[in-house]
Nanobody
Framework: QVQLVESGGGLVQPGGSLILSCLAS????????MAWYRQAPGKQRELAAV???????SYVDSVKGRFTISRDNAKNTVYLQMNSLKPEDTAVYYC?????????WGQGTQVTVSS
């Protein structure tokens, strides 16, 4: 049974940093790409960052240069380091993977950027 469990969200001031973690289980983590999506209030869920099985990464333009996605295959964990946070980064952040055409999601973790 595939499970994705996020942690690390919270309240941070503009310009601050947070690191999100997603612990995966129930499948061969190292074989599949991982992604972080986010959904702001009243908006559609959007892809923020994705990392392939070989650790090549890509980002939505709005987070390039501020966010870094990484993975530790030994720990079955994917991370999202978020720096220079802005109020518009406020959202629920979801961990995601696609395994043979099936999408799997974590429960989400709230990130709030506010002074």
């Amino acid at each position: 049974q595939v499970q994705l469990v996020e942690s690390g969200g919270g309240l941070v001031q503009p310009g601050g940093s947070l690191i999100l973690s997603c612990l995966a289980s129930g499948y061969i983590f190292s074989n599949f790409r991982m992604a972080w999506y986010r959904q702001a209030p009243g908006k559609q869920r959007e892809l923020a960052a994705v990392i392939s099985w070989d650790s090549s990464a890509s980002y939505v333009d709005s987070v390039k240069g501020r966010f870094t996605i990484s993975r530790d295959n030994a720990k079955n964990t994917v991370y999202l380091q978020m720096n220079s946070l802005k109020p518009e980064d406020t959202a629920v952040y979801y961990c995601n993977t696609n395994i043979l055409g099936s999408e799997y999601w974590g429960q989400g973790t709230q990130v709030t950027v506010s002074s």
